[in-house]
């Protein structure tokens, strides 16, 4: 059976000028299956954010090859969207019209617009808030807006990069269990790219561990939680367990690249 998202020996190197040439991905190889829930893991600058921008079509490796549905991808598609740490709202355009925005950019009707922004509005727990611009709006609440916006397209994989890493712990974890339920509900094939090693444990069912730059697919985890989760399966045994395994193997790249720094 073909993976749904497969990337084979892909290769990247960026060439400023000026400044030596930097490799970010190196022979990397990964598969995803359609709906499954996966997290990136990995050093900071380790190439986790350039290979989602290869996925999305922003970026084009240099060599290898990276395909959705068996189909190569070779620039931007309607099936894939984006959610950012930094939300990426417009400050000029309400709750609505942000969510609204990728339809608006398609040509989508103004009333079809309307009813696909107020249902997903809904979904991320915004309703009273449709008139509301950025400025307004907490940080956990711009999220829910980025979030719906990512999903107004309707798009068939959803790549997460560190979404909620600039937020409160609180309102970080109330995110996360927000987001596996817009997941189950929405079904979606998630990319989830993250610092946090409870975070991806608690989220997917599957944690991919890259390297050092440049990136390379380390090691995989699956994890056999049952779901849903809920927050108190946190402080499982299985859990935990589970925590020690991605930091042990994690670690193994954090000290080489600190060895490679010179700290």
Avoid at 204 to 214: L, N
Wanted: proline share 5%.
């Amino acid at each position: 059976m073909v993976p749904y998202i497969q990337a084979k020996n892909l290769n990247l190197t960026f060439r400023p000028k000026n400044r030596d040439p930097v490799t970010a991905l190196l022979g990397l190889d990964l598969e995803a299956s359609q709906g499954e829930f996966l997290s990136l893991v990995g050093p900071s600058g380790c190439g986790k954010s350039t290979f989602l921008n290869v996925l999305l079509g922003l970026l084009k490796p240099d060599s290898g090859d990276i395909r959705l549905n068996g189909n190569r991808i070779t620039g931007p598609g309607q099936e894939r969207a984006m959610v950012f740490q930094e939300f990426g709202l417009l400050p000029w355009r309400t709750v609505q019209a942000n969510v609204e925005l990728g339809l608006e950019l398609k040509g989508v009707a103004a009333a079809t617009r309307r009813q696909r922004s107020a249902e997903l509005i809904t979904l991320v727990g915004l309703n009273g808030f449709e008139q509301h611009y950025p400025h307004e709006l907490s940080g956990g609440m711009k999220q829910r807006v980025g979030l719906a916006r990512a999903l107004a397209t309707d798009p068939d994989v959803l790549l997460m990069d560190e979404p909620f890493a600039a937020l409160d712990a609180q309102t970080r974890d109330l995110m996360q269990m927000e987001l596996l339920q817009i997941w189950d509900r929405a079904k979606k094939t998630v990319l989830f790219v993250t610092h946090s090693i409870e975070e991806a444990a608690y989220l997917s069912d599957r944690v991919v561990i890259m390297t050092a730059r440049p990136a390379r697919t380390k090691s995989t985890i699956k994890i056999n939680l049952p779901r849903p989760r809920d927050y108190e399966m946190r402080l499982s045994a299985e859990f935990n367990d589970i925590k020690a395994r991605i930091w042990e193997t994690l670690k193994e790249e954090l000290m080489t690249r600190s060895a490679g720094d010179g700290s």
